[in-house]
């Protein structure tokens, strides 16, 4: 049974806003993101007890790292006592990053149907899939061994409840992960705090 974990999704993105694909390409976060950043970050002050009985990791993008560092300065800790770990980025849109699907149609009439139809499966050009992105994550997840405060991205989140929850694919792939929110998997539950 895995330990107590917080999960957060980084803060509002410009590209979030603008409903483009950002996958990992290194945006920053808005002012909205900033304050959503600060609600979770008292959330978990309201949450946690002892601060130090946890491990702090974040996916390494820039708007991660200003989320958590966010977080952990609205808990009453210095922002740079976290660690970053790769397999914890966003799932890979190659080369749709940055593009809408209004652009990405416009450039390619019907090229966006597929992953409509199979947004778990679908592998965009130079990309990776959801599935591809939950092989990443399962072996960071099997491993943890203590409470954990992690700010990483939607992508991750869903496949924490294929992995926990052993959710449909299609449920999964398709749920709303919000970026005010904590998400606590305890005795091996996920809920929305």
């Not at 958590?68 to 397999?87: A, F, K, N, W």
């Not at 960071?140 to 449909?168: M, N, S, Y």
């Amino acid at each position: 049974m895995p330990p107590l974990c917080y999960f957060v999704r980084h803060g509002q993105t410009g590209w979030n806003a603008e409903l483009r694909l950002q996958g990992q390409a290194d945006t920053d976060i808005t002012e909205l993101g900033r304050r959503q950043a600060a609600r979770n970050g008292q959330r978990l002050a309201e949450l946690v007890d002892d601060a130090s009985a946890f491990d702090f990791v974040a996916s390494p993008l820039k708007r991660t790292r200003e989320t958590m560092e966010i977080v952990r300065t609205e808990m009453g800790l210095q922002q740079r006592g976290y660690r970053v770990d790769s397999r914890l980025m966003e799932v890979h849109f190659g080369d749709w990053q940055g593009y809408t699907y209004a652009e990405l149609e416009t450039m390619r009439p019907g090229s966006t149907a597929a992953r409509l139809s199979d947004k778990w499966g679908f592998v965009a050009p130079g990309g990776e899939s959801y599935q591809m992105l939950l092989d990443r994550v399962r072996p960071w997840f099997e491993a943890l061994d203590r409470q954990t405060i992690c700010v990483t991205h939607g992508g991750v989140i869903r496949t924490l409840f294929k992995l926990v929850d052993d959710k449909p694919v299609a449920d999964v792939a398709a749920m709303e992960v919000p970026q005010d929110r904590v998400l606590r998997l305890k005795d091996s539950r996920l809920e929305w705090l």
